[in-house]
């Protein structure tokens, strides 16, 4: 049985998995699960520290959500306007504006922390007066 405490080392953090595999199908409200809720914290903590992941780019959140959803551009008429804006967004020429990003949260539930990320604009085009 591996001894309970802090996760240090990658071999720490192997044990740490070998053990949680073990425990697994622990019986709830018992020791076992108990351990197995605790060694789930310690390696979740090391994750966090040692292999961040990182928020994806908005555009591809958008574009994940339609997809995982069944969606398609035509979903996004409400919350972003007409084809034409539809297409400077998903084409990085114009940026998503705040209501855009709270459209966005209210009908496709992205959260907002990852909309509001910067992300690359073709600022060429962007300045371009029409």
Do not use: W
């Amino acid at each position: 049985m591996l001894e309970l405490r802090p996760i240090r080392t990658e071999a720490d953090y192997r044990a740490a998995l070998d053990e949680i595999e073990r425990l697994f199908d622990a019986e709830l409200n018992t020791l076992e699960s108990d351990r197995l809720e605790v060694l789930t914290t310690l390696v979740e903590a090391y994750e966090q520290r040692h292999y961040p992941i990182e928020a994806p780019d908005p555009i591809e959140a958008i574009l994940y959500y339609l997809e995982s959803r069944g969606l398609s551009l035509d979903d996004l008429d409400p919350v972003i306007g007409s084809k034409a804006e539809i297409a400077k967004i998903l084409h990085r020429k114009q940026a998503l504006t705040l209501e855009m990003v709270r459209g966005l949260h209210k009908q496709l539930g992205i959260p907002a922390e990852i909309l509001i990320q910067p992300y690359p604009i073709d600022a060429k085009l962007s300045l371009m007066v029409i």
